[in-house]
């Protein structure tokens, strides 16, 4: 029987399914970097911005395309959208690290994009995003697998998603504030009966409010006639401990009269 050594792996299967990544292209060094980032930027935040302001760092020099996808292709694929995608591409334009917004892009990046827009670089964070499409198993497959795949970083605890379910939660309070601000109930799809169902809440939740508050107000109260009548009857104390030894006082300014 033939001895087994110690982490030897020269008789291990091998897996054969697992394909190394490709070697990043080299970048020109005649011309600026053409790197493109693409997404949906639906209610544009920082951590957009953060994955915008990577991109544009990737190379000292740098010329940053980002791509939008239109509402068409996003809620076919995607699904609804908070804003337009005019307004979409409008908050990209007024993001100081983009270069230029190209509109309607592409779900999925092929050969001929690149080659039309003179891409060099695709950047995005480098978890695989499923393609609704059925173009293929990742959007950026195509790209990981020529090396022209940059990757950048998420920012953790912030996405429109985030905001959305913010917005939800207290959804209540949001519809009040704009049916107080003016915004008929039509406008805001709320029903008569659910109008009328907050105006109910938010009045006891004030009364609630106004209660507590005057509670607060005579516990205060409270606290300072207490503190009045221990200083009255300390007051006393002393006055009558000096009015029965004044001299100790004058003689040992610093004795205790209590």
């Known amino acids: ?6 982490n030897d792996t020269s008789n291990a299967p091998i897996n054969t399914h697992s394909k190394p990544k490709p070697d990043l292209m080299p970048p020109p060094q ?4 053409r790197v493109y980032a693409d997404g949906i930027y639906d209610l544009f935040h920082f951590g957009h911005a953060r994955s915008l302001e990577q991109a544009k760092k990737s190379f000292p020099n740098t010329y940053l395309l980002v ?20 307004e979409r591409y409008e908050s990209l334009r007024h993001c100081k690290w983009v270069d230029e917004v190209i ?38 497959e195509f790209v990981k697998s020529v090396g022209r795949f940059k990757e950048t970083q998420r920012t953790d605890g912030i996405s429109t998603s985030d905001i959305i379910m913010r917005i939800v939660k207290d959804y209540n309070q ?25 105006r109910v809440n938010m009045r006891l939740k004030k009364l609630q409010e106004k209660v507590k508050e005057q509670q607060e107000k005579v ?30 006082l004058l003689l040992n300014p610093s004795v205790r009269l209590y």
């Not at 509109?103 to 950047?123: G, T």
């Not at 516990?219 to 100790?248: H, I, M, W």
């Open 174 to 198: 949001y519809v009040m504030r704009n049916l107080d601000r003016g915004y008929t109930r039509k406008e805001l799809g709320v029903s008569y009966v659910k109008e009328k169902r907050l």
């Open 1 to 6: 029987m033939a001895e087994v050594k110690p």
């Open 30 to 33: 005649d011309r600026p970097v």
């Open 67 to 86: 791509g939008c996808c239109n509402d068409e292709t996003t809620h076919k694929y995607k699904g609804k959208t908070v804003m337009t995608e005019a």
């Open 103 to 140: 509109p309607d892009a592409p779900w999925v990046i092929n050969q001929e994009f690149l080659d039309k827009n003179k891409i060099d670089y695709v950047a995005h964070d480098s978890l695989p995003y499923a393609d609704a499409s059925g173009a293929a198993n990742d959007v950026y």
């Open 219 to 248: 516990g205060e109260k409270v606290c300072q006639v207490f503190r009045l009548r221990d200083y009255d009857a300390l007051s006393s104390l002393c006055n009558n401990r000096v009015r029965k030894d004044p001299f100790t």
